[in-house]
């Protein structure tokens, strides 16, 4: 179980202090969290930055509240993106008991589609990973469930056809919990940032996923800390995403769309 916040969009002056407010309500809700049964997510951390001429990702095991130089890091790196587009994806883990603590299990993991492209994933929910052929939900897996799809399914997929295969793993019965993911994708013309909430539990105040605007950038993440980030905010207009919604954002925010995840096709 996890928390994150997905970003997208265009970065200036507005949007820093709105990130500066989201990123402290993502600290606050992973060491206490009002809708979990475990209270805190301490099993570390990480972020991924995808602007148009470079990606950068960023792990560490520790707790995001207590990991100074990695907090310091973001800051300074989401300063320097002003006037700037990115696709931001900042997580912050509570690991399955089936699964390693170790840093490589932090959230997002980065790889590349089968097209080439380079995409960042984030999740939060588990997998039923026997549709893959694993014996049983007990086995101790050698890496985390959500490492495991995004190396075995998404980078099977292709920037083109991604959402389809985000629709394939929930009509297979892959999903065990929740499949609420972020997904940035870097291509050599454009960034993209997809966010998906589908779980089968019924937690709404925990699963449920919200997004809200501030100028040209979106932010879109779990119920928590996106509560938190709107009340701060106060002039924000909170959205939810819901069960089976899907926020596609391309390139620019006037490309930014909202679906359910039964009539989602290609993303071009």
Known sequence: MCRFIAMHGYIDEASQDAF??????????ARV?????????????????????????YKSIRPIWSDENGLRKLRQIFSSLNKRKASIVIH??????????????????????????????????????????????NQMLSRSDSYI??????????????????????????????MNIAISIKTPTELA?????????????????????????????????????????QEAKLEKLGNHGVMVCRETCSKCTVERINYCHSIL
């Open 33 to 57: 969290d009002k809708y979990s049964d475990f209270k805190s997510y301490d099993d570390g951390w990480g972020f991924s930055v995808f602007t148009d001429k470079s990606a950068l990702l």
């Open 20 to 29: 500066e407010i989201a990123l402290e309500s993502l600290v606050d809700d």
């Open 92 to 137: 912050a883990r509570k690991a399955s008991s089936n699964t390693p603590r170790e840093v490589l299990d932090a959230h997002p993991f980065v790889f590349r589609l089968a097209d080439g492209n380079l995409f960042s994933f984030a999740h939060n929910g588990a997998f039923n990973l026997s549709t893959l052929g694993y014996t049983s939900d």
């Open 149 to 178: 799809y995004a190396k075995e399914v998404l980078s099977k997929a292709t920037y083109r056809n991604i959402l389809q295969a985000i629709r394939k793993a929930i009509e297979t019965g892959m999903v065990k919990s929740a």
């Open 193 to 233: 940032t997809i966010a998906v909430n589908y779980y089968l539990s019924n937690k709404p105040l925990y699963y449920d996923m919200y997004y809200l605007k501030v100028n040209d950038l979106y932010m879109i993440g779990s119920s928590t800390n996106m509560e938190k980030t709107a009340e701060d905010l």
